[in-house]
Nanobody, 124 residues
């Protein structure tokens, strides 16, 4: 059974950087897009970034564009969210997700498998 395991959450100061990683364990022949979503306290889940199964195509959410990037190592089914110039508004639980399609999507309905989430806290 495939599971998504996130790591790398924690605390940072505004202006700093963090990296989140997610590995799809259990199988190695995954050809699905993967993504990061986040949920801030009292808010609905929000799209952050997505990457296609080969790593060639990406989508970045408007609220993090220019600050966050996403990358993928297909051999290990691992994606990484590189977060730079962090802002207190980035404080949220970040969720890794795997789509049932190969191209990246901003729609959470396209994602069938979700991780448990990892907390990121950004202080001033």
């Amino acid at each position: 059974q495939v599971q998504l395991v996130e790591s790398g959450g924690g605390s940072a100061q505004a202006g700093g950087s963090l990296k989140l990683s997610c590995v799809a364990s259990g199988r190695t022949d995954r050809r699905y897009a993967m993504a990061w979503f986040r949920q801030r306290s009292g808010k609905e889940r929000e799209f952050v970034a997505a990457i296609g199964w080969s790593g060639a195509s990406t989508r970045i959410g408007d609220s993090v564009k220019g600050r966050f990037t996403i990358s993928r190592v297909t051999a290990t089914n691992t994606i990484t969210l590189h977060m730079d110039f962090l802002e207190p508004e980035d404080t949220a639980v970040y969720y890794c997700a795997e789509a049932f399609r190969g191209s990246p999507s901003e729609d959470s309905e396209d994602y069938a498998l979700w991780g448990k989430g990892t907390l990121v806290t950004v202080s001033t």
